[in-house]
């Protein structure tokens, strides 16, 4: 038959469909781009990074203006995805061999502005894979419980499985992941996606996402000792502080490629309800109160599973969390009191009067 005298530009064995051998990217010191990088996850990510492989080594770009601090901790460029000449211009001066592409409008905000989200976590993405493709850049993109929908198994949803989202995020993420996968296959690039939990955090503000009322949780009781949630007491979502996050992304993006069976994994580190967190918070404020008014984004959270089965990327590049709830809420309270005597922050906490510990 004709197809079978047809021979396809197709990649085999780490080669591209010019036969160029892909870059190894497992040096000691990869050059890194981290795009997105002033978001809650890029600022970490970029700390890591840099312990590990030196501050030169790791660039963090975004559209945003970067304060002096974060130009004192290391290289920052401007950064705007959605022009693929000027992300060129960083991949080719700063010959780098990493990306890892943050850039993204969370769900929340996604839902606000469709036309707007479509450009950022579509086009955006198409940018960054085809760059990656031509420069032979090993890259991550995250991915998210997000990218599962109504249809999906809830406790657990497996790597595997129907995914039919309701949000334009999830959409998007969901594409991201089919493309990447695509890429792979078809031209043999690195591309690498873990679907992360809600992250949590202390130092960066929430990005508009579902999850974070796991973050303005905290600030509200120390600042006042209330907080109202717009999520039903009972809606429990998968969650990850954001170290473990971090690690994971590291993890594998060091692991040996021949190792990976999938090219998008889960990862499981806790899973709690509103009303599960705030017992763990009464424990440390007993005066503080929460009180629920669901809007829009209860019907995004019950969409999403409660819980991710991670036994492929437990057993092929060795994921694993070291940070429950009760971890999370007691190093919560320990970062935003800036004390690690967690019997001091105890002390403070239960003496102090409520709407006075972050005023």
Known sequence: ??????????????K????????????????????????????GTAKLLREKYGKE???????????????????????????YKNIQEIIVSKRINWLIHFSALL?????????????????????????????RIRIFIPSTIGAFGPETPRDPAPDVTVQRPNTIYGVAKVHAELLGGYYHKRYGLDYRSIRFPGVISHDIPPGG??????????????SSGHHHC???????????????CIESLHTIMTAREDLLSLRTYNIQAMSFTPAELAAEILEYIPH????????????????????????????DWGWKCSFGI????????????????????RKILLEMEPRTILQ
């Open 16 to 43: 591209n469909y010019h036969g160029q051998q892909y870059r190894n990217c497992s040096s000691d010191k990869p050059k890194i781009l981290i795009t997105g990088g002033l978001g809650q996850l890029g600022m």
């Open 209 to 222: 996402g579902t999850t974070d009322y796991a973050c303005s949780i905290f600030t509200d009781a120390l």
């Open 326 to 345: 009760k971890d999370l809420v007691r190093i919560m309270f320990q970062k935003h009191l800036r004390n690690d005597d967690i019997e001091q922050v």
């Open 1 to 14: 038959m004709l197809y079978n005298k047809i021979k396809l530009p197709f990649r085999a064995f780490g």
């Open 230 to 244: 717009y999520l039903k007491p009972d809606t429990r979502i998968p969650m990850i502080y954001i170290d473990d």
């Open 107 to 135: 769900s929340a905000v996604g839902e606000r502005d469709v036309p707007l989200a479509i450009k950022v976590n579509i086009e955006g993405v198409h940018n960054v894979i085809e760059l990656a493709k031509q420069y």
């Open 57 to 83: 080594n790791v660039i963090l770009s975004d559209i945003v203006m970067p304060t002096q601090e974060v130009l004192d901790e290391g290289p920052f460029r401007y950064g705007d995805i959605l022009d």
């Open 288 to 315: 503080f109160r929460i009180t629920y008014g669901p809007d829009a984004r209860q019907y995004i959270a019950d969409s999403w599973p409660q819980r991710l089965d991670d036994e492929r990327a437990k057993s």
